[in-house]
T-cell receptor, first 112, second 113 residues
Framework: GENVEQHPSTLSVQEGDSAVIKCTYSDSASNYFPWYKQELGKGPQLIIDIRSNVGEKKDQRIAVTLNKTAKHFSLHITETQPEDSAVYFCAASADSNYQLIWGAGTKLIIKP | DSGVTQTPKHLITATGQRVTLRCSPRSGDLSVYWYQQSLDQGLQFLIQYYNGEERAKGNILERFSAQQFPDLHSELNLSSLELGDSALYFC????????????FGSGTRLTVV
């Protein structure tokens, strides 16, 4: 079955710098890749998603890139701010079963 | 406010007891998903319902059960509770079978003492 690996497990960056989180998936049929942000004590919130017919998608300071050949996708956050501190989860799903397979999460720490 | 409502927000109960967690999906959403998140852990998928029918099962214990009612709200029943069942339980919903735009509620924090 599908497996999603997420790295790193913890990422600490200086405020204003960029952060990159990478996920690798195993099922080549996967075609939907969302990213969720979970703040302390809250439910995960969808921040950006991408379908397999698109290589890159941007929304203000966040972007997601997809490399179907290498079967990996990445979340890029530019000009990081304190409010970006959270746990970020990636996921992948395929139309064959529509189940989201989750990465283990990345704790992003923004240092002032 | 995500539109997904979970009650109660907090629950403290003793080992061996049974509890019911409730979820009202976002208006118009037919799919409801239940997740368990233990302290500093990832998201563990439990079960999905679509329009009243069980659609998919994850690593849900036999002591746990769920259902989705005609008005589309869902309940997760946890019985014979153990200390290890202490966790955050999240409900999510989506319009159809596909997880596009999947939206989570704010969760129920269950503490078993």
């Amino acid at each position: 079955g599908e497996n999603v690996e997420q790295h790193p497990s913890t990422l600490s960056v200086q405020e204003g710098d960029s952060a990159v989180i990478k996920c690798t998936y195993s099922d080549s049929a996967s075609n939907y890749f969302p990213w969720y942000k979970q703040e302390l004590g809250k439910g995960p919130q969808l921040i950006i998603d991408i379908r397999s017919n698109v290589g890159e998608k941007k929304d203000q300071r966040i972007a997601v890139t997809l490399n179907k050949t290498a079967k990996h996708f990445s979340l890029h956050i530019t000009e990081t701010q304190p409010e970006d501190s959270a746990v970020y989860f990636c996921a992948a799903s395929a139309d064959s079963n529509y189940q989201l397979i989750w990465g283990a999460g990345t704790k992003l720490i923004i240092k002032p | 406010d995500s539109g997904v409502t979970q009650t109660p927000k907090h629950l403290i109960t003793a080992t061996g007891q049974r509890v019911t967690l409730r979820c009202s999906p976002r208006s118009g959403d037919l799919s409801v998903y239940w997740y368990q998140q233990s302290l500093d852990q990832g998201l563990q998928f439990l079960i999905q319902y679509y329009n009243g029918e069980e659609r998919a099962k994850g690593n849900i214990l036999e002591r746990f059960s769920a259902q989705q009612f005609p008005d589309l709200h869902s309940e997760l029943n946890l019985s014979s509770l153990e200390l290890g069942d202490s966790a955050l339980y999240f409900c999510a919903s989506s319009v159809g079978l596909a997880p596009y735009g999947y939206t989570f509620g704010s969760g129920t924090r269950l503490t078993v003492v």
